[in-house]
Every structure is written in C-alpha cells, then in structure tokens.
C-alpha cells in the first residue's frame, strides 16, 4: 500500500497541513504532540530508517493546540547510504498528504561565536558544501527548482514574532550542507566561514530541495550543540550533540508549539 493511503487509514479525517521532520536529540517535541497514532518507518513503503543514536524511527500523526501534524521522529542522511534522495518517500508522502508547510529541525555546529551551544538558528539560506542533489538522475523541466525564498520568509516572519513575545533570542544565519558523518576539519570551517555560512551541519538541504520541488513552504531550524571544528579546544562528538539539542529542546517546544498553533 502506498504510505500516504496507508497513513490515513490509520487515523480517519487526518488532513495534516504542517509536517515535521525532528532531527538528532529533537525527537523529544513528539512528547508535545496530542497522538492519534504511530507508525514505525518499518511498516511504511520506501521510508528510510536511520541507523543514528537519537532518531528513533517513527512517525507521529496527532495535533498540536489543535493543528493536525505529521512528525518524522528521525531522519535519514545522505552519509548513511551515500543517496542524496533517501528523504524522497517521506517529503512525496507529506505532499500526498496535504502538508503545505514542512518544518525541518536538525544539530548543527555554530561559526559564530554568539551563537553557542544550546541556542537556536533560525535558517534563512543554506550552501550545498556536497556537490550532491536529491534531483540527480531526474528528467524533465521539473528538476530545475528555484531555491530563492528557499525558507519562506513570512513563515520566519512569524516565528520570529513568536520567538520575541516569549523572550527568546534566536540568531538567524546561513547553514551549510557538509557531506559527514566525520566533523569537519578547521580548514574547511574556515572555507565555509569565508563563503558566508553561519552553521555547519549534515543534512536538511535535501528535504529543503525535495520539498521545495513539491511547491511546499519551508521553516528549518539549528540547534547549535557545538562550536564548529577549530573555534575551541572541545572534541567534537555526537555525545555532544545529543546533550545540547536536549538543552534547546524547551526553546523548540515553546515556539513550534505556537506557531502551530496559529496555522
Ligand atoms: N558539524 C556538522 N554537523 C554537526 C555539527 C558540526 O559541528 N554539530 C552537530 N551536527
């Protein structure tokens, strides 16, 4: 059975108009969802299951302040299998869905030093460090995708508005896509830094160009777990990772709670 079909056949009227996709240590915000029902990505057709600490593997149907939502608790990389497009079922299916806004959310390594562990980025761009596409290997005219607005600026608009009425600082930057899984070098932190990029991180570019494709709106969100390789003394970890994105983890429910809500 195709996803979007066997999904709905778990949860009668679910029209979900907001997807999200909680990356590495933000599957905590599930716990701020209203269930309906779960679903392993192991029964769902063609969705990639991620072999990540910190991702566990299922999907949430339910609402939050009474939006119906579909939660991706864990995603797949591109570092897993080496497919730039291992993220394509779960973004067609949002779409066949009836999604028209998808909010990514992963951890990411700061290149400013005002922006440190446990605060929260807002992306407003991203650079492709890879060289990859999810599109590679697509025909036709519709792989040629505009990527200006890629994260829709009245939707950072209102989080923004949201972020200030709760007293929260969200810094606002430019998120580059690194290959992985291995950190980057000090050298390349440089090189990014210098090509205007504020955060490093390994995946949500994919999804941004997937779903942009399928003309839904985009909201992504860092949470910073480190300084980026070379801008301190810390080794850099996925322990690491994991103990800061639980830190931000009240900032994201305070936020993506609202904005939900006013959808
Ligand atoms: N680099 C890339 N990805 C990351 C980092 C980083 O420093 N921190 C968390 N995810």
Redesign the pocket.
Request: charged share 5%; glycine share 18%; hydrophobic share 55%.
């Given at each position: 059975m195709k996803c979007a079909t066997y999904i709905k056949s778990k949860a009668k009227n679910f029209n979900p108009k907001i997807a999200l996709v909680l990356g590495s240590g933000l599957g905590e915000f599930a716990d701020s969802i209203e269930k309906i029902a779960e679903i392993s990505y192991a029964d769902l057709e063609g969705f990639p299951v991620s072999g990540v600490g910190g991702h566990a593997g299922k999907l949430i149907l339910g609402t939050v302040g009474g939006t119906q939502v579909v939660a991706m608790q864990g995603r797949v990389h591109y570092y897993e299998n080496g497919q730039a497009d291992a993220m394509r079922v779960p973004i067609h299916c949002f779409k066949e869905l009836g999604c028209d806004i998808v909010i990514l959310t992963n951890?990411?390594?700061s290149l400013d030093y005002n922006a440190g562990p446990g605060s929260v980025m807002l992306i407003k761009d991203y650079i492709n460090f890879t060289g990859m596409s999810p599109l590679f290997t697509e025909t036709g005219n519709a792989r040629f995708v505009n990527m200006v607005n890629a994260y829709d600026k009245d939707l950072r608009r209102q989080l923004l508005c949201i972020a200030d009425d709760n007293h929260i600082h969200l810094s606002k930057g430019v998120y580059a896509w690194?290959c992985?899984p291995q950190?980057?070098t000090p050298a390349e932190i440089n090189a990014i830094k210098i090509l205007g990029a504020n955060a490093?991180?390994?995946s949500t570019v994919p999804e941004t160009i997937l779903a942009r494709q399928q003309k839904m709106k985009v909201l992504a969100l860092s949470v910073i777990?480190?300084y980026?390789?070379g801008m301190d003394d810390g080794e850099?970890s996925h322990e690491q990772?994991m103990k800061y994105a639980d830190k931000a983890s009240q900032t994201f429910k305070t936020i993506l709670t609202e904005f939900i809500r006013n959808q």
């Open positions: 951890a990411a390594g690194m992985g950190f980057e490093a991180g390994m777990t480190n980026a390789a850099l990772t």
